[in-house]
């Protein structure tokens, strides 16, 4: 199997990927790994393996966790920022929404674990967050999905939805002002699993072509 194909598991272990390795991998908070600027549509999502904050406990995910599955993973600059928390409260609001179609849902920033946390305990709308926070501390994730502002050392708002093989299948960048649009993501991701085509500002509900 090719150096591409490695995928990080975790602290001092590694584990070997064949759908999920293409598009490099990297680790969370405290580790190393491969990083990669090439996400690309159509191609296999860049692997991860990261700690986060969920339901106010720390929790290892993967990409792997969510083989067979929709992931939903957005990307945030900071946590105790006004536009930030809008984000993560929203998404989790339509959660429910996500799960009815197939799709789980986690976040990403280049904050640290302490400061998830303490974000969590001063806003009760983050604090109610049931979905995961990654601490991408090494901004590994957020340079293999191409995100990443260096200067800053924050992620931009990316959104990426990655389909039940793992193979990326829509994105959408913002910059760090702009707060996304959670309804039209959840509207991709209906037109996405039609597995039809749809037209311009095509709804949930309507015909394909």
């Known amino acids: 199997m090719g150096k591409d194909k490695e995928c990080c598991g975790g602290e001092g272990h590694h584990h070997h990927d064949h759908e999920h390795g293409e598009g490099g ?3 969370g908070e405290g580790g190393s790994g491969r990083c990669k600027n090439k996400v690309k549509v159509g191609q296999p999502a860049p692997c991860f393996t990261a700690t986060a904050l969920c339901c106010g406990e720390d929790k290892t995910v993967s990409l792997k966790d969510y083989r067979g599955k929709w992931l939903f993973l957005y990307f945030y600059p900071l946590d105790f920022s006004g536009v930030c928390q809008t984000d993560v409260a929203h998404v989790d609001a339509k959660r429910a929404e996500f799960e009815a179609l197939g799709c789980e849902v986690v976040a990403a920033s280049t904050d640290s674990m302490y400061s998830h946390r303490a974000w969590a305990e001063k806003e009760p709308a983050v604090g109610a967050v049931k979905h995961p926070l ?16 260096p200067d800053m050392g924050v992620a931009l708002r990316g959104s990426f939805l990655i389909d ?8 959408q960048v913002n910059s760090l002002h702009v707060g ?3 309804s039209e993501v959840l509207r991709v991701l209906s037109a996405l699993k039609t597995g039809g ?3 311009c500002d095509w709804q949930p509900g309507e015909k394909t072509l």
Do not use: E, M
């Open 25 to 27: 991998c990297c680790r």
């Open 134 to 149: 990654i601490s991408d501390g090494s901004h590994c994730l957020a340079k293999a999905y191409g995100v990443l502002l």
């Open 164 to 171: 039940p093989d793992g193979v990326l299948q829509w994105s």
């Open 180 to 182: 996304r649009n959670v």
């Open 197 to 199: 085509f749809t037209p």
